[in-house]
């Protein structure tokens, strides 16, 4: 498997790596620093591993409850977990 050139992941990631574009929109945080430690954000995670809007929403709720929103952002992570149950498998949890 080819690698890329930046930062050796496995090919075909490149519209969304860090490390090629780093320093443009990708490099930069509006609003805050709560993603300034991540070695990846979590919308360039949940880009390159296709989640869905609530997927996304708990991976970026659960990377940041620490430094921003704490419990709040704990339960907006639940909910999202909840709204994913019901919208993909017509279940409440």
Same mark, same amino acid.
């Given at each position: 498997?080819?690698?890329?050139?930046?930062?050796?992941?496995?090919?075909?990631?490149?519209?969304?790596?860090?490390?090629?574009?780093?320093?443009?929109?990708?490099?930069?945080?509006?609003?805050?620093?709560?993603?300034?430690?991540? $070695?990846?954000?979590?919308?360039?995670?949940?880009?390159? $591993?296709?989640?869905?809007?609530?997927?996304?929403?708990?991976?970026?709720?659960?990377?940041?409850?620490?430094?921003?929103?704490?419990?709040?952002?704990?339960?907006?992570?639940?909910?999202?977990?909840?709204?994913?149950?019901?919208?993909?498998?017509?279940?409440?949890?």
């Amino acid at each position: 498997m080819t690698k890329c050139e930046k930062c050796l992941q496995k090919e075909g990631h490149e519209a969304w790596c860090p490390e090629k574009y780093q320093g443009g929109s990708l490099g930069k945080q509006v609003g805050g620093d709560h993603y300034k430690d991540c $070695n990846i954000q979590p919308l360039e995670y949940g880009y390159a $591993n296709s989640l869905s809007i609530c997927e996304h929403a708990v991976v970026k709720y659960i990377t940041r409850h620490k430094k921003k929103g704490q419990i709040e952002d704990l339960r907006k992570a639940k909910h999202y977990v909840e709204l994913e149950a019901k919208l993909t498998y017509g279940e409440e949890i």
